[in-house]
């Protein structure tokens, strides 16, 4: 009875030992079995991360589009605006500078036509004054303009109005401040003339076109095309020797003579008191021999 209990203890031990064994083995297995799922979970969350990130980046990128969009979009019409803006103020600045630079060669011109008319030398019984041209009249009636005087007491009517060039009209009418010029064109206008090479004496009238006409002179005058005709000072109206235009035509119905300046570009005129006596005074005055 003791020898079988004996024998089942022993049997007991081993089967325990051969546990303990088993357990220890079983024990590292299991230890490196929890090491390899550690580590494939490592991955598996590193993996599983990166594709997140980059599908949250995209979908970050795509909501994002819309807006950035947007943004240059009102970038790009901000931009817009200000080239718009400095366009405008370069344009403004350019109209400034044109309407400046025309002014300053307006001056210039007038600058240099008075000073022409200043150098114009006026014999010492006579007197002057410059005055701005301020209207036109050219049509089928009349070809005048009217002048800005000043107020100037001594403009009177029949006195010779002259450019720089020579002779254009004579005063029609006198006002206070305005005065009326008849061209030498002008229907109304005769002017007692002379060629000054050949001295023949005759008419300029003016028929409202550009080219006055000389007429009543002889047939055989010897009137030349090129001749620089000049007033006679027949008349007691206007002196002799002043120049009024040149021959350019010389046909049956008299010689054609173009003024020596141009009567349609007119700015600054001088009206002239040669003083001469009015024959119409010395005949009322009775100073005529009886």
Request: proline content about 4%.
């Amino acid at each position: 009875m003791v020898k079988r209990r004996r024998e089942i203890f022993l049997q007991f031990s081993q089967i325990r030992g051969t546990i303990k064994k088993f357990a220890i083995v079983l024990a590292f297995m299991v230890a490196f079995v929890f090491m390899l799922l550690n580590k494939s979970e490592n991955i598996l969350i590193e993996k599983t991360s990166t594709t997140a990130n980059e599908i949250v980046s995209s979908a970050v990128d795509v909501l994002v589009m819309p807006a950035t969009a947007l943004v240059k979009g009102y970038e790009y019409l901000r931009s817009l605006r200000k080239i718009d803006m400095e366009n405008r103020a370069l344009r403004e600045e350019n109209r400034r500078l044109t309407i400046a630079n025309a002014k300053s060669r307006a001056l210039e011109i007038e600058n240099r036509l008075l000073a022409r008319m200043l150098n114009y030398t006026v014999p010492p019984e006579a007197s002057f004054i410059t005055a701005k041209v301020v209207a036109e009249e050219g049509n089928a009636f009349a070809h005048a303009l009217t002048v800005y005087t000043g107020g100037s007491p001594n403009v009177r009517k029949g006195q010779v109005v002259i450019s720089d060039k020579g002779v254009i009209g004579r005063v029609e009418l006198s006002g206070r401040n305005y005065a009326k010029i008849f061209l030498i064109n002008d229907i109304n206008s005769k002017i007692p003339v002379m060629a000054e090479k050949s001295r023949v004496r005759g008419v300029l009238s003016g028929e409202n076109d550009p080219l006055p006409k000389m007429i009543f002179i002889p047939i055989d005058a010897g009137i030349e095309i090129g001749d620089r005709i000049v007033t006679s000072g027949i008349g007691g109206v206007f002196p002799s020797g002043l120049p009024v235009g040149e021959v350019i035509s010389i046909d049956k119905d008299g010689v054609r003579v173009r003024p020596f300046d141009n009567l349609n570009r007119l700015e600054y005129v001088q009206i002239v008191d040669y003083k001469l006596p009015d024959p119409a005074d010395e005949f009322a005055g009775g100073d005529i021999a009886q």
